[in-house]
């Protein structure tokens, strides 16, 4: 596709189970970002890959947290024994290189509910 | 003292009057960006600068580097455009984005 695409939409999840964020960023996009938005919040940075290696994970909030790219493409996020303040938007972006000139493109989000 | 703050938070107005939404920040940047937020959670960027002025469309975006300060101007306002607007900077040396609150705009017809 043209743009980012993260699936699911929507995610409702029992406390205590795991979840798996998907994120499909741009094709040959090399830098690819995740980001968490609670309601009424900005974005929060959560960790950023160059390629298949994440260079930044100093975002990720907890050691519940933890995002793979294993071959520089698609991303995966992972919650593990979601808590109800994981509930949020989880933002994947990308960008065309690395470089602070370099404009990202995001997408839809994954709208996560702990219930 | 966030290192990016927006103004203002909330913003009405009726159909077709002029919009400005005014973004500050303290850090040395190298781009800064505007951003719109649609209900849902969709984010799409509008603008990068890194100086001067563009137009897209109804949208007009400026910069002051000197004076650290950016603007996002829509001009002929619809209720479409109701979502909320978001600036966020690029550091001068580092990958990440730092973010305003965003600013909530609806547009009544």
């Known amino acids: 596709g043209a743009g980012v695409s993260q699936s699911p939409r929507y995610k409702v999840a029992k406390r205590g189970q795991d979840v798996a964020l998907r994120c499909d960023p741009i094709s040959g996009h090399v830098s690819l970002f995740w980001y968490q938005q609670a309601l009424g919040q900005g974005p929060e940075f959560l960790t950023y890959?160059?390629?298949?290696?994440?260079?930044?994970k100093s975002g990720l909030p907890s050691d519940r947290f933890f995002a793979e790219r294993p071959e520089g493409s698609v991303s995966t996020l992972k919650i593990q024994r979601t808590q109800q303040e994981d509930s949020a938007v989880y933002l994947c972006?990308?960008?065309?290189?690395?470089?602070?000139?370099?404009?990202?493109?995001f997408g839809q989000g994954t709208r996560l509910t702990v219930v | 003292k966030n290192e990016v703050e927006q103004s203002p938070q909330n913003l009405t107005a009726q159909e077709g009057e002029f919009i400005t939404i005014n973004c500050s920040y303290s850090v040395g940047i190298s781009a800064l960006h505007w951003l719109q937020q649609h209900p849902g959670g969709g984010i799409v960027s509008l603008f990068m600068?890194?100086?001067?002025?563009k137009k897209h469309g109804r949208l007009i975006a400026t910069i002051n580097i000197q004076e650290k300060h950016s603007s996002l101007h829509i001009t002929a306002s619809h209720p479409r455009d109701s979502a909320v607007y978001i600036c966020?900077?690029?550091?001068?040396?580092?990958?990440?984005?730092?973010w305003g609150a965003g600013t909530k705009l609806i547009i009544k017809p």
């Open positions: 966020a900077v690029r550091l001068d040396s580092n990958y990440q984005l730092i």
């Open positions: 890959f160059q390629n298949e290696a994440q260079l930044d």
């Open positions: 600068l890194s100086s001067g002025k």
């Open positions: 972006a990308s960008s065309l290189a690395y470089g602070t000139y370099t404009e990202a493109f």
